[in-house]
């Protein structure tokens, strides 16, 4: 008699293994269970047959880790607590004179909502109009807007002539978001224009800051913005898995967990 459409206890571990890690590899399964190969990848086409998990590379996943585009406003009602703390700790990255790099991206964004006016100069450069409309108004921060052609679902600005103008700046601290952040393809989100924004950022900023909610840990967008090796900090919610923690430090990645 057959469960849920699951055929065995074996597939029912494999399961629960998932539960517990992003992603298990055919290797380990074989070891686990006592198996051969064969059967372990019999097993997976099974159960994702069934939308029991997604087969990948060596292995599977519980969620596929290719993130579909949403618009902005949609992504704004998402993980709202844990993006709030995570701007609020990205604070403590900013020093009075700083010359700041602001992307697009609704944690990103969080930074310019939550910042208070606690410096007596800040010059902030953004390519996202909602965070330049919150900063414009405060008499101690010079903001400065990419122009260019906007994109309506992120509500950022891209293409040649943002390129051309981020390319004659060079800040000290690029606080910067995106869809996925992945050990094997880096740093990525939904639009190639706007990973080729954010790689020019990424250039011309002495320290990179990834503000990313533990959702998007182990998670692709379609563009790649960068490889982890470029980035020097990571900011993220307690949701993060203690061994991905370790992964990213073991890269030399600073890792501040906001609560």
């Known amino acids: 008699m057959k469960i849920n459409n699951i055929n065995n206890i074996r597939q029912q571990e494999i399961l629960e293994e998932l539960n517990f890690n992003h992603y298990v590899s055919v290797t380990e399964l074989c070891k686990k269970l006592n198996v051969s190969a064969v059967t372990i990848r019999k097993d997976l086409t099974h159960l994702e047959k069934i939308g029991k998990l997604y087969r990948t590379h060596g292995g599977a996943t519980r969620e596929s880790f290719i993130v579909k585009e949403r618009h902005v406003n949609k992504k704004e009602t998402l993980q709202v607590e844990e993006k709030s703390k995570i701007a609020k700790a990205a604070l403590n990255f900013i020093e009075d004179n700083d010359f700041i790099t602001i992307s697009s991206g609704t944690t990103t964004q969080m930074v310019a909502q939550v910042i208070e006016n606690n410096y007596t100069k800040l010059t902030i450069l953004t390519s996202s109009l909602k965070s330049a409309m919150l900063l414009y108004g405060n008499p101690n921060f010079d903001v400065i807007q990419l122009g260019g052609d906007v994109r309506t679902k992120s509500g950022s600005v891209m293409g ?14 690029l606080f910067i978001g995106g869809d996925g952040v992945d050990f094997d393809f880096g740093l990525s989100t939904s639009s190639t224009m706007e990973a080729k924004m954010n790689q020019l950022m990424i250039q011309n900023s002495e320290k990179v800051i990834v503000l ?30 203690n061994r991905d923690v370790e992964r990213f430090e073991d890269l030399g990645i600073e890792v501040i967990i906001a609560r």
């Open 160 to 173: 040649p002539y943002a390129e051309l103008m981020i390319s004659n700046y060079s800040c000290s601290k």
């Open 212 to 241: 990313a909610d533990s959702t998007k840990i182990n998670k692709r967008g379609f563009g790649k913005i960068t490889d982890l090796d470029k980035i020097h900090a990571l900011i993220t919610d307690e949701g993060v898995k």
